[in-house]
């Protein structure tokens, strides 16, 4: 079965410094996001990307976050100068469509855990 | 604006007795609303949704859910619950290109 892979599952970083963490979408699926998901709270939509641009963001998603589709497989979320509130799970999503409307709706990846010090 | 409520943090129930997580939502138009499982330090896995047609959904690993239009609900359930449905459980709701989720309910089934 086709799989979101995440790299690296584990990220710490210091305080100000620049992150980027690394999603490998399913091959033929068009629609890319990223969600977080803070220790012991709820899974919050960042962004949606498509055609090479976003889609749609959340209020979450301000100027120190970008995203970026560098070539034909990855798909990068950037953080500028991390805040120690920057620190949770960051999951990456893909859909073969528009928002969740595919057989599966989303396929998501395990996660990156980024801890911020 | 779109919402979803899971109003139990917590579900306990003994293996092999049906199991209920419950999800009330809030959208303007027709809801698309989806149930995802989370195992630890997994990501998050589809279960199963609704977009139109049959009120009752049904999904991976046994589960299905109701979808309640007047009380504006979509509990998920499982007539015999097994051990190792032990999980963490999401309730979501589309917005746009976006899924807004609930908080999540964990799930313990003690055998």
């Known amino acids: 079965e086709p799989e979101v892979t995440q790299t690296p599952s584990h990220q710490v970083t210091q305080m100000g410094q620049e992150v980027i963490l690394r999603c490998v979408p399913i091959?033929?699926?068009?629609?890319f996001y990223w969600y977080r998901q803070i220790l012991g709270q709820k899974v919050e939509f960042l962004v949606s990307?498509?055609?090479?641009?976003?889609?749609?963001k959340s209020e979450i998603f301000d100027d120190q976050f970008s995203v970026e589709r560098p070539d034909g497989s990855n798909f990068t979320l950037k953080i500028r100068s991390t805040k120690l509130e920057d620190s949770a799970m960051y999951f990456c999503?893909?859909?073969?469509?528009?928002?969740?409307?595919?057989?599966?709706?989303?396929?998501f990846g395990s996660g990156t855990r980024l801890t911020v010090v | 604006a779109q919402s979803v409520a899971q109003p139990e943090d917590q579900v306990n129930v003994a293996e092999g007795n049906p199991l209920t997580v419950k999800c009330t939502y809030s959208v303007s138009g027709n809801p698309y609303l989806f149930w995802y499982v989370q195992y630890p330090n997994r990501g998050l896995q589809f279960l199963l949704k609704y977009i139109t047609g049959d009120n009752l959904v049904k999904g991976s690993y046994g589960f299905e859910a109701e979808f309640n239009k007047s009380q504006t609900s979509f509990h998920l359930k499982k007539p015999s619950a097994l051990v190792s449905d032990s999980a963490l459980y999401f309730c979501?709701?589309?917005?746009?290109?976006?899924?807004?989720f609930g908080k999540g309910t964990t799930l313990s089934v003690s055998s």
């Open positions: 999503a893909s859909s073969p469509g528009q928002g969740a409307r595919g057989w599966y709706g989303y396929t």
């Open positions: 979501a709701v589309e917005a746009g290109t976006a899924l807004i």
């Open positions: 091959s033929n699926h068009l629609y």
């Open positions: 990307f498509y055609n090479n641009e976003i889609s749609e």
